[in-house]
C-alpha cells in the first residue's frame, strides 16, 4: 500500500483568489491523480499528474483553470486558480501502488466565498 | 468512454444480514474492478479489488464476484455490522483509468 498525505487539510478562500494544495506519498509512485468531490456526489478526475511532462486533462478541466505540477515520482501539487464559489469542494490525489491499487489521501476541503 | 451505473443508490439492511450492490460497466477493455468504502468526512478506501481473469474473491465478510460476459460485478457484505455503514462505490477500469459509480449509501441498524 501507499501512505499519502495532503496539505492543506482544509481552508477558506476568497474569490478571485489561488490555492495550491500538496500530495506526498511514502514511496515512488508510477501514476499520480487528482480527484474533486462534491459534498454528498461521487469522485470526479481533474487529471493525472505525470512526472516531468503536463498533466492529462479530462473532459472539463482545463490547465489554466488547474495546473499540476509533478517534478518527481513522490510528489504532486495542484492549483485551483481564480477561484469562485463553484470550486468549493474536496480535492483529493491518489496513487496507484502494487499493480494498480488505488490509494486516497485524506483530501482537501476548500471553501470559496 | 465508460459508463458505470451502481445499484441501489441506498440500501437499508437489519445487523447480521447480507448486503449485496451491483456495478454495471460498459467498457470491454475493463480489466480491473475496485470497490471503495467512503466514510463519512475520510478518505475512499480499498476493501477489495478483482482482476479480470478471476471469477469471485473473498475477504473474511466481504466478497466481490464478476461477470464479464455481462459487465457486472457485485459487491456482498455478510454479516453486517454498524461499522459497515459508509457510501461505496464501484471503480472499473484499467490501470490508470478508472471511472466511479455513483455511490451506494449503506445503513446497518441495530
Known amino acids: 500500500s501507499a501512505v499519502i498525505s495532503q496539505k492543506p487539510s482544509r481552508d477558506i478562500c476568497q474569490r478571485g483568489t489561488s490555492l495550491t494544495i500538496q500530495c506526498q506519498v511514502d514511496s515512488q509512485v508510477t501514476m499520480m491523480f487528482w480527484y474533486r468531490q462534491q459534498p454528498g456526489q461521487s469522485l470526479t478526475l481533474i487529471a493525472t499528474a505525470n512526472q516531468g511532462s503536463e498533466a492529462t486533462y479530462e473532459s472539463g478541466f482545463v490547465i489554466d483553470k488547474f495546473p499540476i505540477s509533478r517534478p518527481n515520482l513522490t510528489f504532486s501539487t495542484l492549483t485551483v486558480s481564480n477561484m469562485s464559489p463553484e470550486d468549493s469542494s474536496i480535492y483529493l490525489c491518489?496513487?496507484?501502488?502494487?499493480?494498480?491499487?488505488?490509494?486516497f489521501g485524506p483530501g482537501t476541503r476548500l471553501t470559496v466565498t | 468512454g465508460e459508463n458505470v451505473e451502481q445499484h441501489p443508490s441506498t440500501l437499508s439492511v437489519q445487523e447480521g444480514d447480507s448486503a449485496v450492490i451491483k456495478c454495471t460497466y460498459s467498457d470491454s477493455a475493463s480489466n480491473y474492478f475496485p470497490w471503495y468504502k467512503q466514510e463519512l468526512g475520510k478518505r475512499p478506501q480499498l476493501i477489495i479489488d478483482?482482476?479480470?481473469?478471476?471469477g469471485e474473491k473473498k475477504d473474511q465478510r466481504i466478497a466481490v464476484t464478476l461477470n464479464k460476459t455481462a459487465k457486472h460485478f457485485s459487491l456482498h457484505i455478510t454479516e453486517t455490522q454498524p461499522e459497515d455503514s459508509a457510501v461505496y462505490f464501484c471503480a472499473p477500469g484499467s490501470w490508470g483509468k478508472f471511472q466511479f459509480g455513483a455511490g451506494t449509501q449503506v445503513v446497518v441498524t441495530p
Open positions: 491518489s496513487a496507484l501502488a502494487g499493480e494498480i491499487e488505488q490509494y
Open positions: 478483482i482482476r479480470s481473469n478471476v
